[in-house]
């Protein structure tokens, strides 16, 4: 079972799908062209970052089978099994403080966030940018703990300003600064990817994040009190900053390159101020490249899970969702159905658009049609669609801000079907098949 980074690390190295880089490499642009350079072909351990004493990792999960790994399931069922632990959180216990690795080293006085190894990714970022911290709040009405991932610009030693979408975090934060409060907070660097994932999941307020990852891990996700602030955090952990998210103040934020591939504006954004940094000893930096497929397989694994449900309401016999890498892991689906009555398509991209406001096209398959595999997907819109019959479209719906093809989010929005007719005559799809070919081994053949 997978309870830390490092637990994680060493499963990559032991499998060789982690790359180390021993050269001393600049935080600025340098760092993140490297991990670029290894995107979906390894993670990277960067031992030296200039001027820094501890290493940074990157692209510790960057396909859907190293997902599918840590979960204890395969690439076709992540949907299903992230679904099934939604539905079944289970509390975390609470360690003494003694027995937390992540309290091995805890500086409350004078903290510096520049002592941390964080890059600068992009030409135009506003900065240096935190972007693998699960930042974990509890509502200050239930008491019940949030956790997501943010962008966070440091400002200054012991200030970061952060992007805070219209979702739980600012329902909670808006119930603080009402009353004129700060919200307190944690920030966690340098967890497994099953915590990371967990974070992503689509649940409603009130459901911890932190026990569906404890789901996931099967009941051994740890936590510990912070320091400083009232909120508990993953034991293991590489390091922790705490602080408060303060209220009615804002500075300026961004730009920032951002998961579409093209820069998030810069705005004014609230401003967390940091009271405490925590870490174990000899920690390692977790830093995620924005637009890689580490980034963009963590937002769209858990959308998965919802959009899987959301469609089986609508059509029972849903087999598979794919929310594909092209379309950033936000924008386009593919569905595949075991269709029994003609309609059931549309219905399917109805849910798939009511399931998140991100998803621009849908494309739905039969089950022969595997759904990870673009290809096969594009051959069944080729061979099995006519435009001007299977295809809808939307206009005018709310999209993604981040897409800057849209009006300010505004967005059309279209469907196709691509699953055969069921009243075609029975061999017009009937596809090609070589007897024998699934039992051939062709290493039997080659000299």
């Known amino acids: 079972m997978v309870n830390s980074l490092r637990d994680w690390l060493a499963y990559l190295e032991c499998e060789g799908k982690i790359k180390s880089v021993s050269k001393e490499v600049s935080l600025k642009f340098e760092m993140p062209a490297v991990i670029k350079k290894l995107d979906g072909k390894a993670a990277v ?33 992540i949907a299903q099994k992230i679904s099934e632990c939604q539905k079944q959180p289970l509390p975390c216990q609470v360690v003494p403080r003694e027995e937390a690795p992540v309290m091995e080293n805890v500086k409350i006085d004078d903290v510096d966030l520049m002592e941390l190894p964080i890059p600068i990714h992009h030409k135009k970022d506003a900065g240096h940018y935190i972007t693998a911290g699960l930042l974990i709040c509890k509502d200050p009405e239930t008491g019940k703990r949030n956790v997501s991932i943010h962008r966070l610009q440091v ?6 300003g952060i992007l805070i979408l219209p979702r739980h975090l600012w329902q909670v934060y808006m119930k603080a600064e009402k009353k004129n409060e700060s919200l307190d907070i944690a920030i966690a660097i340098g967890v497994d990817p099953l915590l990371l994932l967990a974070s992503q999941t689509i649940v409603p307020l009130g459901v911890d994040e932190l026990e569906i990852a404890n789901a996931f891990k099967n009941g051994s996700q740890k936590l510990v009190k912070c320091q400083t602030v009232d909120i508990e955090v993953p034991s293991e952990a590489e390091i922790v900053l705490e602080g408060k998210l ?51 397989l963590l937002g769209g694994l858990a959308r998965e899970a919802t959009l899987y449900e959301m469609v089986k309401l609508a059509v029972p016999t849903v087999k598979d969702v794919h929310l594909t890498i092209g379309g950033t892991c936000r924008y386009h689906a593919v569905i595949s159905i075991d269709k029994k009555h003609e309609g059931e398509a549309k219905n399917a991209m109805f849910a798939a658009f009511a399931s998140m406001q991100e998803i621009k096209h849908v494309v739905v398959v039969d089950t022969d049609v595997d759904v990870f595999d673009m290809e096969e997907v594009e051959w069944a819109i080729a061979t099995r669609c006519q435009m001007g019959k299977d ?50 081994n062709i290493e039997d053949y080659l000299d």
């Open 45 to 77: 351990l960067l031992n030296k970052p200039k001027g820094y004493y501890f290493p940074v990792v990157s692209g510790i999960a960057y396909d859907r089978n190293l997902f599918a790994k840590a979960l204890g399931t395969d690439k076709n069922n």
């Open 155 to 160: 400002f200054s030693k012991n200030e970061m």
């Open 246 to 296: 303060l209220p009615k103040v804002r500075k300026v934020e961004g730009p920032f390159g951002e998961f579409p591939k093209y820069y998030g504006p810069a705005s004014e954004k609230p401003v967390i101020e940091i009271t405490a940094i925590c870490h174990r000893n000899n920690p390692i930096y977790h830093t995620i490249l924005p637009a890689t497929k580490e980034h963009l």
């Open 391 to 440: 295809t809808m479209l939307v206009s005018g719906s709310l999209g993604s801000k981040l897409d800057p093809s849209t009006d300010d989010g505004i967005s059309d929005k279209m469907g196709i079907d691509a699953t055969c007719p069921l009243d075609a005559p029975p061999d017009t799809y009937e596809t090609i098949k070589i007897p024998g070919y699934d039992e051939l």
